[in-house]
């Protein structure tokens, strides 16, 4: 078989937010880049998903009157990470966070709302149209000169004599290639969602979630730069993220988080089983021990209300008029229609609404609607809802070790010359859980930071 080799300054290898904004930033700092694609389309696991960005010191924030700054940002993800992550990873993406966020605007993305979410104490989250973010981003990468590569796996890493990365190999339309990249591999390969035998060494109890994510997420770069002896990090705690009905398809992204809202989570027996203020990956890890890995969403009209349409999380518009929200005008006639055991739930709704208002301890010491911000509110206005909901393996969050300029470290500590990783590939950002908007936040912060860097190195390698 012969292969033909092509030649770049910069190879990234997947198109999902990381690998397009590295690609597009690297473009613009004039490097000549390819960027290849596993699959037929491009955008992977970020073009599906809810599109939230977590980014501080915003103009959305200002308008919206929103206290956050750079202190309770970091201080939120150490919480909801239990103090797991790498430090210097999260330093960087504050760093850099803000310059990403005004790179996204001059590019013309809209951010149409910012809101709280999971592991958030602040307004921070900043909603985007996810597919018009990558389209945008690719136009202007393509302008520039950037090629693409479609229906192209990646499937070794080429290093030279002194152990740098050069190149990646990879199975295209016309056969097997080499491409060279004179600064260096960036993998942004995503995560193993749909990776059934690292699922089954790392999280097997994930495979009762719903398998998620883009179609080649199957752990290719993890893979690659595990065999060059990468270190890798947060392995354990690979979880599905709750909230996604039991028949979701892959049509929108269907997550509901109705309990950030003012909603309690049940499961058959109509018995609370966890604090539905904790981060949605935690709750993901926790209802996959309920009967049938199911937990019900339940709330009343006071909830319902606040749905907005079109905003993913909380749009329960859409996903009452595609069946998918048991509705009834008593607690007793929802749990019947729902599944639910309607004497239990009825009792578990009085003894919630007991403790709202004072008269009881909670009993799953909930004190919030979502990490310590806002409210409970009472489930007692007509007429009521129920959502069934799963665990959703959406993203792995783990993985591939790097430094704070997205370096790939290996076991020992050093650097893998040559070689990048960024997003959902990596590990040691998130720690033991995740915070809303850092995924497509990361991807997008390293993304420059490697573009960056890589042409920096480039440029000095030349004045040599």
């Not at 033909?4 to 397009?20: P, R, T, W």
């Not at 900043?126 to 796996?153: F, K």
């Not at 890798?232 to 992204?253: K, L, N, R, W």
């Not at 009343?300 to 349409?309: G, L």
Request: hydrophobic share 40%; glycine share 14%.
């Amino acid at each position: 078989m012969t292969t033909s080799e092509h030649v770049f300054d910069l190879v990234v290898v997947g198109s999902g937010i990381a690998g397009q904004t590295a690609a597009t930033a690297a473009a613009e700092a004039g490097l000549a880049v390819v960027l290849l694609e596993k699959t037929e389309r491009l955008g992977g696991s970020s073009a599906m998903s809810g599109g939230w960005f977590a980014f501080s010191g915003t103009d959305e924030q200002a308008a919206e009157g929103v206290e956050d700054s750079a202190e309770l940002f970091l201080r939120d993800m150490l919480e909801v990470g239990e103090y797991l992550n790498d430090r210097s990873l999260l330093e960087a993406y504050l760093a850099n966070q803000e310059e990403t966020y005004r790179w996204l605007k001059s590019h013309g993305v809209v951010f149409r709302e910012v809101e709280i979410s999971s592991g958030q104490s602040a307004r921070r989250g900043h909603n985007s149209v996810i597919t018009e973010v990558l389209a945008t981003l690719h136009r202007a990468y393509t302008d520039l000169g950037g090629q693409t590569r479609l229906s192209s796996r990646a499937t070794g890493l080429v290093r030279d004599d002194a152990g740098t990365v050069t190149g990646v190999l990879a199975e295209t339309p016309d056969g097997e290639a080499l491409f060279t990249g004179r600064a260096g591999v960036v993998l942004a390969t995503g995560g193993f969602s749909r990776g059934t035998d690292l699922l089954k060494v790392f999280a097997p109890e994930q495979l009762a979630a719903i398998p998620y994510g883009g179609r080649g997420n199957t752990g290719d770069g993890l893979k690659m730069a595990w065999k060059l002896g990468a270190g890798m990090a947060d392995m354990s705690f690979v979880s599905g993220t709750y909230g996604s009905h039991p028949d979701t398809g892959e049509e929108f992204h269907e997550l509901l988080t109705a309990y950030y809202m003012g909603a309690i989570i049940v499961n058959t027996h109509g018995r609370r089983f966890v604090d539905e203020s904790l981060d949605y990956k935690t709750l993901g890890r926790v209802v996959l021990d309920q009967p049938g890995g199911l937990g019900f969403e339940v709330f009343d009209a006071t909830v319902r209300a606040k749905s907005h349409r079109g905003i993913p999380l909380k749009d329960i518009d859409t996903l009452e008029e595609i069946g998918h929200v048991f509705k009834a005008d008593t607690l007793a006639e929802l749990a019947e229609v729902a599944g639910i055991d309607p004497a239990a739930l009825v009792e578990t709704v009085a003894r919630y609404n007991a403790a709202v208002s004072g008269q009881l301890e909670d009993e799953v010491g909930r004190t919030s609607l979502c990490n310590g911000v806002g409210d409970l509110l009472p489930i007692e206005t007509a007429p009521f809802y129920a959502y069934p909901a799963k665990s959703l393996m959406t993203t792995t969050y783990c993985g591939i070790t790097i430094d704070p300029r997205g370096e790939v470290v290996d076991v020992d500590g050093e650097v893998v010359a040559g070689l990048y990783a960024i997003g959902e590939v990596t590990g040691g950002f998130h720690g033991a859980a995740y915070m809303t908007g850092t995924s497509l936040g990361k991807g997008t912060v390293f993304g420059r930071i490697v573009a960056h860097h890589a042409a920096a190195k480039l440029a000095a390698g030349l004045r040599a």
